[in-house]
């Protein structure tokens, strides 16, 4: 229907208590809430204050008591091992129910921190829920990090339980967990009382006696629990993300508003229904993980897929066509990097065709930019609405969409569409002043933010005022610069800050150069993102070194990619590092990393006026170029 979406934006954004009170009325609640938002400690706003309820009740046991319970829940579809395995709505909770016990008999209560460093296997998202079932809440590390990075974590949440499990499996290689979760302990102030490993028949991890258990004997003997009623304030989850220093920001999601909002974004963003099949190809460690392989689809009553694989190589470029055919798939989410792996090694998409995909309604991108190739490969290859749209961490959900429940908006390529309803988009000049429609400025989001956005960050409520709403008073900085069209079509174009965005994956680089500068030999680095046909972006390393060091250039490049490996993680993909003399400058002594992005990528750029020696700038494009980068 024409004009249905403009409708209910301006419905969202005139009476923002009227809108989302009615969407609270779609979910479950032991005490509906009487006030909606309270806004009287602005940025610090909540939703639903006092409203009670419980996110596991909402994803699980509402369903089996509304006769859902015989219709499946979670499908684990895990080429590198060879496994399909189906949960019902009944099973879930079940399992759920008597892994929650197991939690609870360890002395795990309402607001106790639960780390989990899990892999794509089932025992993961059921881990999560049995969090969300007693109150605690759950902080997921992504496993391609390393353990000082699992490290930093357990030290900010303070976790009462570590949930792990022995391995993980990158397409044919087996990826110890348990090592790196010991290393991690090793390094970290903050000892959990216990980790609960799940042993897969991979490998057997050893187990610390006292503090370790093994999560089959503990969960089968433990007594199932029922849902704790939360507050909607509650935090349901920190998740922890990359910001400009190596110490990354815990991401606080309140209980009431990520049910609320993922149940209603759906239906109206997603346009799948109860019972729909609904595939996010993500992982739990990221926030798409958490709000569409776990929560999202379970407050709504799909069935969900947990996919351990790769778009590539398990087997070949045609297991997502596969897992949509033979699960019948209705809705699909992944990031554009997996496209552009597929495209690479399938460009006539030949192994699209072995597949009846015709279940396939849309495809969704998130994560990155979608660029226009990309989006018009897919469109071809699979003739269905490709739907770009952009989100956050910190926002839980889309900030900007193509609504395909409310109306299908005409695609344009390079924008994720239009505003979310919830979200006012505006673009501000360094002045907060309202920039005309075409001119690049700061994204910014009016307050308040909508249901389901993060009302704070864990243990840092004054990093929070100050990264996110200092710098436009009464508006949320996203981080992102772009534009809005005459049409109100966003285009997001970079980060203003340090962070990249690697195969779709969030990355600091401000941690990476603090890996770099602690090396012996090194005098001051810069990493920047340079554009990578596959990954979007990748992490350079620019290094000078102290004068007087006599060892190779090569040998110190070669050290600190593995630092940054074994410091970060494999995630960071950080591969390349060169030696430099001298790093361009302003004059005050601000490191010009974005100009150095712009030779990389063969960009347009202006030499900027402050710059202190602009002949560096050669320097530095000629050394880029033994680099294969700076090509004109
Ligand atoms: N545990 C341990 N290591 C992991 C890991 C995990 N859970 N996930 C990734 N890694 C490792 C990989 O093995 C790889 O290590 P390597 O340098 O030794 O090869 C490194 O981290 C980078 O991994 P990845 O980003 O997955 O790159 P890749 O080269 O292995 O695969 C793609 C390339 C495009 C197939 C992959 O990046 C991809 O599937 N991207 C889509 C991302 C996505 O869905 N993002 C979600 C946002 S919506
Ligand atoms: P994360 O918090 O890991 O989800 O990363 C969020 C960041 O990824 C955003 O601030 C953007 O920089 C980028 N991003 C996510 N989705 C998109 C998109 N559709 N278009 C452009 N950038 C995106």
Redesign the pocket.
Known sequence: MSGAYEKVYQASVASPNVFWKAAADDIFWYQFPETILDDSNSPFNTWYKDGLTNACYNALDFHVEQGRGEQTALIYDSPVTQTVEKYTYNELQVAVAQAAGALAELGVTKGDRVIIYM?MIPEAAIAMLACARIGAPHSVV???FAANELAVRIDDAQPTLIISASC?I??D?I?EYKPLLDHAIDLAQHKPNHCLVFQRPQTTAALQSGRDLDWVSTVSRAQPVECVPVESTHPLYILYTSGTTGQPKGVVRDTGGNIVSLKWSMKNIYDVEAGDVFW????I??V?GHAYIVYGPLYNGNTTIMFEG????TPDPGTFWRIISEHQVKSF???P??F??IKKEDPNGLFIKKYDIQCLKYLFL??ERCDPDTLHWAEDQLGIPVIDHWWQTETGWSICANPVGIELLPVRPGSPTKAVPGYQINILDANHQPLPAGEIGDIVVKLPLPPGTFPTLWNAEDRYVKTYFAPHPGYYQTGDAGYIDEEGYLYVMSRTDDVIN????RLSTGAMEEVLAAHPDVAECAVIGVADD??GQVPLGLLVLKAGVTKDDQAIAQEVVKMVRETI???A?F?TATVVQRLPKTRSGKVLRGTMRSIADSQPYKTPATIDDPVILDEISETLKTLGYAKS
């Open positions: 892999p992504f496993g391609g993980g990158e397409v290689r990826i996010a190809a993500s992982d460690g990221w798409v790769k778009p590539v190589g989410f992944t990031a990097t997996a552009r792996a998130a994560g690697v195969a779709g994956h596959m990954k993680g494999p995630v993909a591969k």
